[in-house]
């Protein structure tokens, strides 16, 4: 088993910056890829960004590229997405996932392992 705890939500301004930290603890072995998902109420969990937990292969979605990036540290077992130029559409709550599947991974239903969820709200 894989256990995923995220941390770095909060309440920010539209164009401020965040930083969300995963850190990864239990089976991490069994990780091939790593990845950012974002929901809001009504709203089915959407993909943000993925990278390859071996290598340094990433994915962002359209909407955040540029302004968001997904970066590791493995030495830590720790996933991190930066968050710059925030929007008030970007508030959601954040989640981090795990995933066996080889290869970035965009698709939710391919993940293993998520995390509890944290909070990110940007006011205008």
């Known amino acids: 088993q894989v256990h995923l705890v995220e941390s770095g939500g909060g309440l920010v301004q539209a164009g401020d910056s965040l930083r969300l930290s995963c850190v990864a603890s239990?089976?991490?072995?069994?990780?091939?890829?790593m990845g950012w998902f974002r929901q809001t109420p009504g709203k089915e969990r959407e993909f943000v960004a993925a990278?390859?937990?071996?290598?340094?292969?990433?994915k962002h979605t359209d909407s955040v590229k540029g302004r968001f990036t997904i970066s590791k540290d493995n030495g830590k077992s720790t996933l991190y997405l930066q968050m710059d130029s925030l929007k008030i559409d970007d508030t959601a709550v954040y989640y981090c996932?795990?995933?066996?599947?080889?290869?970035?991974?965009?698709?939710?239903?391919?993940?293993?392992?998520w995390g509890q969820g944290t909070q990110v709200t940007v006011s205008s």
């Open positions: 996932a795990a995933s066996q599947t080889l290869g970035i991974v965009t698709d939710r239903g391919a993940y293993d392992h």
């Open positions: 990278i390859t937990w071996i290598g340094m292969s990433t």
């Open positions: 239990g089976r991490t072995h069994s990780i091939y890829s």
